[in-house]
């Protein structure tokens, strides 16, 4: 199999090829993503092989070498297309002094899929994206049947927000209302201990994406007073709640929940038909109180009960010395002196 860079042409119609893939496409493996990703030291390398485009982002580890990670790809759906593409990758990117590649594709987690992976000589990974279990909601048909398909309790919470007077609409795409998105994470992220972006990259993200028709922000307001925000990325017939947030004091029941079926409207006006609210826990970990995310899931399945699970990340392993070395202490290393010295995230 060939597999090699992207010409000038192939660049400046990159999101093209990308929604030609065999998945359909990925939101983060367009060339918004690699643009927004430089500053931070990630260079976008586009590679083009015969079954589909692939977007890389690569840094270089010191003392170590490159490393490339290809987030939610390559785009290919099954283990047979998945396993041609390893060897004259890893090939390839030995050329250019890369140690190893992360790949996380949207591959099904099912036993005969693991079972295949396992032949295939790969590291199993952390996931890197958070949705390598989540809740896709298929929002083809019309309104009216899609929340008659709901389950009982996101239906009722719907209504009863609405009844109860909260107003939901998309905004402007202003500093203003970023500002007042950012608030609203950070309020849903202070008691908890996980990183998060800075306020310039959120705020660089969403213009990025909006500017490109590839995003919309969506407020709910309880008196005026906007009390929970969404944003939500596009690409071709695919959508995937990025972001949200809400204040912490009561509000009104049911207020994300319409929030929720506002963004659904929308999306049926752009011909959306699947929708990924991403991110959960893992199906034996949904009912676990415990789980870091159990209040996510929690909410992401009064919506759809069955979770999506896919394979999650692994590593193709190019150079084994310097992997190991990688492996066993680098990106450990690495990660944290982001995370505590710079304030930010590696990935």
């Known amino acids: 199999?060939?597999?090699?860079?992207?010409?000038?042409?192939?660049?400046?119609?990159?999101?093209?090829?990308?929604?030609?893939?065999?998945?359909?496409?990925?939101?983060?493996?367009?060339?918004?993503?690699?643009?927004?990703?430089s500053p931070a030291g990630w260079r976008a390398r586009l590679v083009v092989t015969e079954c589909c485009a692939i977007t890389i982002h690569e840094h270089t580890a010191p003392l170590i070498g490159k490393l490339w990670y290809i987030p939610k790809g390559?785009?290919?759906?099954?283990?047979?297309?998945?396993?041609?593409?390893?060897?004259?990758?890893r090939l390839f990117a030995q050329k250019h002094g890369v140690f190893a590649i992360k790949i996380e594709p949207e591959i099904l987690k099912n036993d005969s899929?693991?079972?295949?992976?396992?032949?295939?000589?790969?590291?199993?990974a952390h996931s890197i994206q958070p949705n390598s279990s989540t809740v896709v909601l298929d929002i083809s048909k019309d309104t009216t049947t899609i929340m008659a398909?709901?389950?009982?309790?996101?239906?009722?919470?719907?209504?009863?927000?609405?009844?109860?007077g909260i107003v939901t609409k998309k905004v402007e795409p202003t500093d203003e209302n970023f500002s007042i998105m950012i608030s609203l994470i950070q309020q849903t992220m202070a008691d908890k201990s996980a990183t998060i972006r800075d306020e310039s990259y959120y705020k660089k993200f969403w213009k990025t994406y909006t500017d490109n028709k590839l995003g919309a922000l969506f407020f709910a307001y309880q008196d005026n007073n906007p009390i929970a925000g969404a944003f939500v990325l596009t690409f071709g017939q695919k959508a995937t709640y990025k972001d949200g947030g809400s204040v912490r004091q009561k509000t009104i029941y049911g207020a994300s929940h319409a929030l929720q079926w506002c963004v659904i409207e929308w999306l049926k006006t752009k011909g959306i038909t699947d929708y990924d609210l991403c991110g959960t826990p893992p199906t034996i970990e949904?009912?676990?109180?415990?789980?870091?995310?159990?209040?996510?899931?929690?909410?992401?399945?009064?919506?759809?009960?069955?979770?999506?699970?896919y394979v999650g990340a692994y590593d193709i392993v190019v150079r084994p010395f310097a992997y190991r070395i990688w492996a066993s202490i680098g990106e450990r290393v690495i990660c944290r002196y982001y995370a505590s010295i710079l304030n930010k995230l590696f990935y």
């Open 286 to 309: 949904v009912g676990n109180k415990n789980h870091p995310h159990y209040g996510i899931g929690l909410f992401k399945t009064s919506f759809k009960k069955t979770i999506t699970e």
């Open 149 to 164: 398909e709901l389950p009982q309790k996101a239906r009722h919470a719907i209504k009863r927000a609405y009844r109860d």
């Open 113 to 124: 899929n693991l079972s295949e992976l396992s032949k295939m000589m790969l590291a199993p």
């Open 74 to 89: 390559p785009g290919v759906q099954t283990p047979s297309d998945l396993a041609g593409l390893i060897s004259p990758l």
């Open 1 to 37: 199999m060939t597999v090699r860079f992207a010409s000038q042409t192939e660049i400046d119609n990159w999101d093209e090829l990308i929604l030609a893939n065999p998945d359909g496409g990925n939101i983060v493996q367009s060339i918004e993503l690699a643009n927004l990703k």
